[in-house]
T-cell receptor, first 114, second 116 residues
Framework: AQKITQTQPGMFVQEKEAVTLDCTYDTSDQSYGLFWYKQPSSGEMIFLIYQGSYDEQNATEGRYSLNFQKARKSANLVISASQLGDSAMYFCAMRTNQGGKLIFGQGTELSVKP | GAVVSQHPSRVICKSGTSVKIECRSLDFQATTMFWYRQFPKQSLMLMATSNEGSKATYEQGVEKDKFLINHASLTLSTLTVTSAHPEDSSFYIC????????????FGSGTQLSVL
């Protein structure tokens, strides 16, 4: 069975500071991909960053980086220099070779304070 | 990046009517489309996987006669909510892509369904 767990329902961060959103996963597959999506109040799903199970280096995309710890099965998202526009729901997700489905964690609602 | 168009963005209907939601991949051919349902402040729950030219695969607990999915071409998949009831009110969102674990999926903008 595959599972994604986000244990932080809500997080607050001061503008310009960094924040880490936690994500752990469980799968018996060797080949899998981990994704983070942002969902603002408009409902659209915005792709942020991807980490493959075979990637040895942590992924980075601008202010977003993924802290991938394979042995711990964690894939935390780090947002540096938070901006007010970062306030949104953030979802961690995983795809495996079993059907290629993208399954999501429960989400974390991030609020950036001015 | 690739664009997935979803229509309508919002629909209000009376109980007992059927509603069709379209999902189109505009600049790429999507062999697979996924349909999700999302309640307020909750996660996206996968309803079904549709592959072009074949029957959709539904997740456990999803009524296939209630939620009809058709994937007639490589660029269009439709979800029809039949005989809608107030409990079907939800945000429905589609995504499209290939069946490869290391490929990101592109999402439509979602459809907010309200059944009166």
């Amino acid at each position: 069975a595959q599972k994604i767990t986000q244990t932080q329902p809500g997080m607050f961060v001061q503008e310009k500071e960094a924040v880490t959103l936690d994500c752990t996963y469980d799968t018996s597959d060797q080949s899998y991909g981990l994704f983070w999506y942002k969902q603002p109040s408009s409902g659209e799903m915005i792709f942020l960053i991807y980490q493959g199970s075979y990637d040895e280096q942590n992924a980075t995309e601008g202010r977003y980086s993924l802290n991938f710890q394979k042995a711990r099965k964690s894939a935390n998202l780090v947002i540096s220099a938070s901006q007010l526009g970062d306030s949104a729901m953030y979802f961690c997700a995983m795809r495996t070779n079993q059907g290629g489905k993208l399954i999501f964690g429960q989400g974390t609602e991030l609020s950036v304070k001015p | 990046g690739a664009v997935v168009s979803q229509h309508p963005s919002r629909v209000i209907c009376k109980s007992g009517t059927s509603v069709k939601i379209e999902c189109r991949s505009l600049d790429f051919q999507a062999t697979t489309m996924f349909w999700y349902r999302q309640f307020p402040k909750q996660s996206l729950m996968l309803m079904a996987t549709s592959n072009e030219g074949s029957k959709a695969t539904y997740e456990q607990g999803v009524e296939k006669d209630k939620f009809l999915i058709n994937h007639a071409s490589l660029t269009l998949s439709t979800l029809t909510v039949t005989s809608a009831h107030p409990e079907d009110s939800s945000f429905y969102i589609c995504s499209a892509g290939q069946l490869i674990f290391n490929e990101k999926l592109f999402f439509g903008s979602g459809t907010q369904l309200s059944v009166l």
